[in-house]
């Protein structure tokens, strides 16, 4: 099969994802990938492409990585799947026991799911049934009406995923807004925008330019929790808001929010779908934060991008409300059919293996300092604002008054062999762990030749 028959025959029956289907008539081009090796994709003409932004944030090792393949290949000749209400098996089980390990101590249950926004669905219901069930005012305020009022807490400029649920606690008008009466009760909390000093903010003790930075934020924090009795969670991204524009707040913020919330006996969720497994540069950000939520969503990066699987992990306080004999009103009755699926945690016990064996972490603070160098290059441009990095995130704004500017980037980077998919006019640079200085290299002159052919005639 041609790849203009692979074209038609797409666009005849597909309706892809966060796309306005019209744009790939001229704005956004179509491209069919044949085959994947490291951080590279190569379409049907062989041309090949770096993948800056690991598939959607989901690739840490590289694609056909050998060590995960063979891994995959091993659990297919013994189990695929099998329902995982009343049943287990090993690799869910193993998983389970390495997540909790690596973890703070209190974080030792595992509920599955099979994607990003289902484990935020988790999170969301196990945290206002877990209230019910603790809260006998705020059950009795419920059942006779008493009160209406906010039940969620989220950040301004926040994104959690598009389920209905997750939707109600995000707040990225371009995904919500139409939806706006199918959705949740939820209260967004003002969020200053990433302070230009960033480093030195997130790895040194709090001083007053930064406890300023925030404090409007964490005021009205605290005068939310004392005057609304029927707030159930707190939930947000520690350090990096990923879809609402790579926005970074510093641990203080977190480590403070978190207090309140447990001041005032509100859960904390966290969402490290994104942020999780080295992306922040640790393994998990929550130990930049020094503090455990009640809650945490993991996804993504949990199987180095081979198959769907998420997973929301709490304490035994949060579970044991709901151990007890069969009463409806306990159980929790919450399900997927591709819960704990065999494959997916083969893939994510291989994952840790990687993560265990061959020193990421260390070796990604080197690469992400490498990356912060090459990105001072482009410095230079006037029209580029607001150059931050945290961990293995990069990004910056193109400032200009077209609001869609960043696809030009996208198309012009397409040319060069570059997958640069923009949030808005805000280019972020989220490779795989395996990238090589070569080929960050490259990703960086590339993008100062495309902005050398735009200065002449930037708006």
């Known amino acids: 099969m041609t790849k203009q028959q692979l074209l038609e025959q797409d666009l005849a029956h597909i309706w892809h994802p966060c796309t306005q289907m019209h744009d790939h008539q001229s704005t956004f081009p179509l491209i069919p990938i044949k085959r994947a090796k490291g951080v590279y994709l190569y379409d049907f003409d062989e041309k090949q492409y770096i993948d800056c932004i690991s598939s959607w944030w989901v690739n840490l090792f590289g694609h056909c990585n050998e060590y995960i393949n063979q891994k995959l290949q091993e659990q297919l000749s013994s189990l695929e799947h099998c329902i995982f209400a009343g049943f287990s098996h090993k690799q869910a089980i193993t998983l389970s026991q390495r997540l909790c390990a690596k973890l703070p101590k209190s974080l030792n249950k595992c509920f599955y799911a099979d994607n990003g926004s289902s484990a935020i669905e988790v999170a969301l219901k196990m945290a206002f049934h877990a209230k019910l069930l603790r809260d006998s005012a705020f059950s009795k305020s419920l059942e006779h009406n008493q009160e209406s009022g906010t039940f969620f807490l989220s950040l301004q400029n926040s994104y959690h995923g598009e389920s209905l649920g997750a939707l109600s606690v995000s707040d990225v008008g371009l995904y919500k807004r139409t939806y706006e009466p199918l959705l949740l009760r939820n209260l967004t909390i003002p969020m200053p925008h990433t302070l230009s000093d960033y480093q030195e903010v997130c790895t040194t003790a709090p001083d007053s330019k930064l ?51 447990h001041e005032y006996n509100v859960y904390v969720i966290f969402d490290e779908i994104a942020v999780g497994f080295g992306r922040s540069g640790s393994m998990f950000a929550l130990e930049q934060c020094s503090v455990t939520p009640d809650f945490l969503a993991l996804s993504k990066g949990i199987t180095g991008g081979y198959l769907p699987l998420s997973v929301v992990l709490t304490n035994d306080q949060i579970y044991e409300l709901f151990y007890a004999p069969y009463q409806e009103n306990k159980a929790f ?17 291989a994952v840790l293996d990687i993560f265990e064996t061959q020193n990421i972490l260390e070796t990604n603070k080197h690469k992400s300092r490498y990356i912060w160098q090459n990105a001072q290059s482009l410095q230079k441009f006037a029209f580029i604002k607001n150059l931050r990095q945290m961990g293995m995130v990069c990004a910056f704004e193109l400032d200009s008054i077209n609001t869609r500017k960043g696809i030009e980037i996208y198309n012009k980077a397409l040319e060069l062999g570059l997958i640069l998919r923009p949030l808005g006019n805000t280019i972020y640079f ?11 290299d490259y990703v960086f002159v590339s993008l100062q030749k495309i902005f050398e052919n735009l200065s002449g005639s930037w708006e």
């Not at 009755?333 to 016990?349: K, Q």
């Not at 989220?430 to 960050?440: D, R, S, V």
Request: contains cysteine.
């Open 211 to 261: 406890i300023a930075h925030y404090e409007q934020s964490l005021s009205f924090l605290e005068s939310t929790l004392k005057h609304s009795t029927q707030i159930v969670a707190l939930i947000l991204e520690p350090l990096i808001q990923c879809a609402g524009g790579m926005q970074i707040h510093a641990p203080y913020f977190v480590k403070e929010a978190l207090r309140l919330c």
């Open 333 to 349: 009755l919450h399900s997927h059919s591709y819960t704990g699926n065999a494959l997916a945690c083969a893939c994510a016990n």
């Open 430 to 440: 989220m490779p795989p762990f395996i990238i090589n200085n070569e080929q960050i």
